[in-house]
């Protein structure tokens, strides 16, 4: 996704040093607003206005779903539509105040902003992972190819594994970048999921794509015990 790293190089991919700023100056915008949406009732959109996404696919009805769980650490994403299985590591703010991308040392790993709500519970819960490198595809290098109705499944470190269904895939332009749309929930009350990338067209003279591929997903189903989905998860630790 995003290519930046503090003290680290700069990459190919998403954004270069140049852009990294603004880009994640605007995320950081959305996660702020994001964060009021939960807490505070009167900054909440009202629900039509929050009913869609931009550009997106939706999926038909967008049911209230399965009740949502205690907040618990996520291990493990498992995408079997396209091929995802991959660890989740957690993921706060870095010294200038914007949220961390998985290093680029990570990119066959998933990001989770651990600030946020964890997926299962209650609120929206952000994950975020690489298109690219400089070397070829990274994590979420299929996530285009998602479909309302795909089953996403996030292992969590209290035994249970949280089954998602995928309500609707939007392109979110950085032109006109609304955090409301992409960030806000779709329902009160839901666990919901996003899955964030990069998407468009790359635009090489300020080194970065120029859009953001949003994946929205609400709890359907849960798991418990040590299953196949728990048993294979790996640690979730913060990387650096």
């Given amino acids: 996704m995003y290519d930046d790293v503090p003290g680290g190089e700069p990459r190919t991919g998403c954004a270069s040093r140049l852009?990294?700023?603004?880009?994640?100056?605007v995320l950081l915008l959305g996660l702020w607003l994001w964060g009021r949406e939960l807490t505070d009732p009167a900054a909440r959109p009202p629900e039509q206005a929050r009913a869609g996404?931009?550009?997106?696919?939706?999926?038909?009805?967008?049911?209230?779903?399965h009740a949502p769980l205690p907040g618990a650490q996520p291990r493990r994403i498992d995408i079997d539509t396209i091929g995802v299985h991959a660890r989740i590591i957690e993921r706060g703010l870095d010294r200038e105040g914007a949220v961390e991308p998985p290093p680029m040392d990570f990119a066959d790993a998933v990001g989770w902003f651990a600030d946020g709500p964890a997926p299962g519970a209650e609120g929206v819960a952000l994950l975020v992972g690489h298109l690219d490198t400089d070397t070829g595809g990274a994590v979420f290098q299929r996530l285009p190819s998602v479909r309302p109705g795909d089953r996403i499944r996030v292992a969590r470190d209290d035994g249970r594994t949280a089954e998602f269904t995928v309500e609707d895939v939007a392109i979110a332009e950085r032109a006109d970048f609304d955090p409301h749309e992409v960030y806000g929930a779709r329902r009160p009350g839901r666990a919901e999921l996003r899955l964030i990338t990069c998407t468009g067209a790359f635009d090489r003279a300020s080194g970065s794509y120029t859009a953001n591929l949003v994946v929205s997903a609400y709890l359907t189903g849960v798991r418990s015990g040590t299953g196949a989905d728990a048993g294979r998860a790996g640690g979730a630790g913060r990387a650096r």
């Fill in 19 to 25: 852009a990294v700023v603004a880009v994640w100056a």
């Fill in 53 to 65: 996404a931009p550009a997106s696919d939706r999926a038909p009805g967008g049911e209230f779903g």
